[in-house]
């Protein structure tokens, strides 16, 4: 069955530094998302993607934060100077566009990527 | 905004009991509720949904049932078993009254089940 993967599984960073996020959604899937979840709090939305442009975006995806897909597999977030208040698991769903229009499927999740920043 | 509300937990059972995790949400409109499962070293997988009011959604033993009148979305199970030990998620995603769905989800809080033997 086809999955969402991420990269890596672990991150450990210093303050200030910058940091990539990498994920390969379902291959035939359009909409990319990115979630966090901070330790012990809710999972949060942060930005969807579709067709190579931001959909929607939640406050927490400030000036910091961005994402590309840089070629036809991968979809990355980046954070340009991380902050300790960034330490969290980062998960990666993609979903597959219907004919009518509108993310309405299923969100595919990947396993997500723990990021540490000291 | 839209928000979603889970009992607290962690919850433990013994297995084959009965389980119910309560979720409430609060949107406007007619959101699509979901109930998505983490289990350890895994990825958020979805366990079952349901788009309209009075739907039940089931998968695996598990249902929940969309009840707008009370705004909630209760998980149940009539037997538990020590694999469904996991992190359950209760989710929403909102709807306005044209039928367009909002693709982001808004989640609770997360419940820890641990069924021992």
């Known amino acids: 069955e086809p999955e969402v993967t991420q990269t890596p599984s672990h991150q450990v960073t210093q303050m200030g530094q910058e940091v990539i996020l990498r994920c390969v959604p379902i291959?035939?899937?359009?909409?990319f998302y990115w979630y966090r979840q901070i330790l012990g709090q809710k999972v949060e939305f942060l930005v969807s993607?579709?067709?190579?442009?931001?959909?929607?975006k939640s406050e927490i995806f400030d000036d910091q934060f961005s994402v590309e897909r840089p070629d036809g597999s991968n979809f990355t977030l980046k954070i340009r100077s991380t902050k300790l208040e960034d330490s969290a698991m980062y998960f990666c769903?993609?979903?597959?566009?219907?004919?009518?229009?509108?993310?309405?499927?299923?969100?595919?999740f990947g396993p997500g990527t723990r990021l540490t920043v000291l | 905004g839209n928000s979603v509300t889970q009992m607290e937990g962690p919850v433990t059972l013994s297995e084959e009991a009965f389980l119910t995790i309560n979720c409430t949400y609060t949107?406007?409109?007619?959101?699509?509720l979901f109930w998505y499962v983490q289990y350890p070293g895994e990825g958020l997988q979805l366990l079952l949904k349901?788009?309209?009011?009075?739907d039940k959604g089931s998968n695996k033993g598990f249902e929940a049932t969309y009840r707008k009148e009370t705004t909630s979305f209760h998980l149940e199970k009539g037997s538990v078993q020590v694999s469904d030990s996991a992190v359950y998620f209760c989710?929403?995603?909102?709807?306005?009254?044209?039928?367009?769905?909002?693709?982001?989800?808004?989640f609770g809080q997360g419940t820890i089940l641990t069924v021992h033997p």
């Open positions: 949107a406007t409109g007619y959101p699509s």
């Open positions: 349901a788009t309209k009011a009075d």
């Open positions: 989710a929403l995603r909102g709807r306005n009254a044209g039928g367009t769905s909002y693709g982001k989800l808004t």
């Open positions: 993607f579709y067709n190579n442009e931001i959909s929607e």
């Open positions: 769903a993609s979903s597959q566009l219907r004919l009518a229009g509108g993310p309405r499927n299923t969100q595919y």
């Open positions: 291959s035939n899937h359009l909409y």
